[in-house]
């Protein structure tokens, strides 16, 4: 105490450095290190190894496979990654620079994201294996390029592989499986019956933990939905296939997702947890007969359904004037809806506007997004705060014209007056260069609009909004007051 106190008075202060703090502490400073760094600092001395090898720093790390020299470093040093990244330029170069790490690195990965040709489809499942044993891997998004029936009949079984490996990985929480195939994926169903006889021959199937799943091989949902069926929350199905909504009503914990039209949707209503749906409509005339169906779920599922997203392939606009008219609910209940997405022809603005005043708790609104439609601006002019008391955020893109122009101009600020506190979202890839627009040249008040999303409301940026953050990599936010 005596010679702290002689330190204060001389002002003499022991140096500190890297060398004098806690290991804990320089954890926390080398989480900040990007991979190919900490493979460096690690070469400092003894300790500062451990350190950077340590997994606490490495499990928030994520490795593109497009520099194969670091993605080899890591495979072989560091004892995990949150996500390891695969595209399908740099795989034939991975699998062979790292086909021999691949089967024996002990580098733990969360995350597998891979894309590649249909004959690699083995060694993709080498790889899922591989990091499913060492018992981290929870999320695996695989896009398989298969371009011809001819690929997948001399492939299928290597397709198989993954198949199967993927069914029987335990642990894992989400599954996105897709193909690039056209519309008609009929065959990827041939020969499919060795991979559910040996299923069905399993005598314990791995421990149900998937909650996500996305995948476009229609016939193994039935054998992903009988063994998840007590954790699956969120599912994407691509295709429909016979007995696909029923199936789906025996998942308790359903509650996201995205499905085209189909027989028996009424089945969902089985399904108690499902508060948010997607739907994919192809007005054809295998579809058509499901389509009373269809509307009949909207309307008995209005009462607790939050989110709703309609998708419409076809410019049948009658068809969809009537689909959108069924989010509201019938006429005795209160819609639940907080949230809706509708993307068609110009001709569902109209039924649109005149449901709105039976959708109370509607937070979000988005119209025709990235493509645009006649009648947006009418369709705005219609709205104000008694027949959207609760809209905080509305994504939508003007008719026709400049996006920067139609964001400055006098009908977006009188909205924005009518509706205090909205927040009005755009977003669209610019096909024309920014200075040959006649506006955007004699009023440079942004740094840049293009691939941006433009966010204007009645307050800026800073100010606390519960709507919540617009989910974009770059937004210029506009403030009109």
Known sequence: MASLRQDLITGYCSPVGFATLPDEV?????AFLSPRQLLLVRRVCRQWRDLALDPWVWECQDVCASDLQLAASVLRLAPCLRRLSVGEEEWNKF?????????????AVRKLD????????TIAALLVAKQGSLGRLEEVKVEVQVFTQEEYTVYNSRLHDLSQQLLYTKGLKKVELMTTLGADKSYLAVEAAPLLNAAQRLEAPPPASLRGLTIQLVYLLPLFFEWHATTLEVVQLCDAFPGAASLLATLPRLRDLTCPVMPDLLALLRCPALKSLELIIRVREDTRPHLAETRALLLAAAPRLEEVTLVFVDDDAEEAADLVSCVAGVESTIAALKSLTVDGPAGVLRPLASTLHRLPNLVKLQIGEPTRLQGTDAFLEALDRQAVPKLKELRALPSEGCM??????????????RCPGLRLAMHEHWEEPKDECAYCAEH??????????????SH???????????TSKGCIYICVE
């Open 95 to 107: 699998s062979s620079v790292c086909g021999v790490l691949l089967a024996t690195s002990s580098c």
């Open 26 to 30: 320089l954890l926390k400073v080398l």
């Open 114 to 121: 891979m894309t590649f040709l249909v004959f690699d489809a």
């Open 460 to 470: 800026s940026a800073d100010v606390d909004c519960d709507v919540g953050p617009v």
């Open 444 to 457: 440079v008040c942004h740094s840049c609009l293009r691939l941006c999303t433009v966010v204007v409301s």
């Open 404 to 417: 920067h122009e139609w964001a400055h101009s006098e009908q977006v600020r009188s909205l924005l007056k």
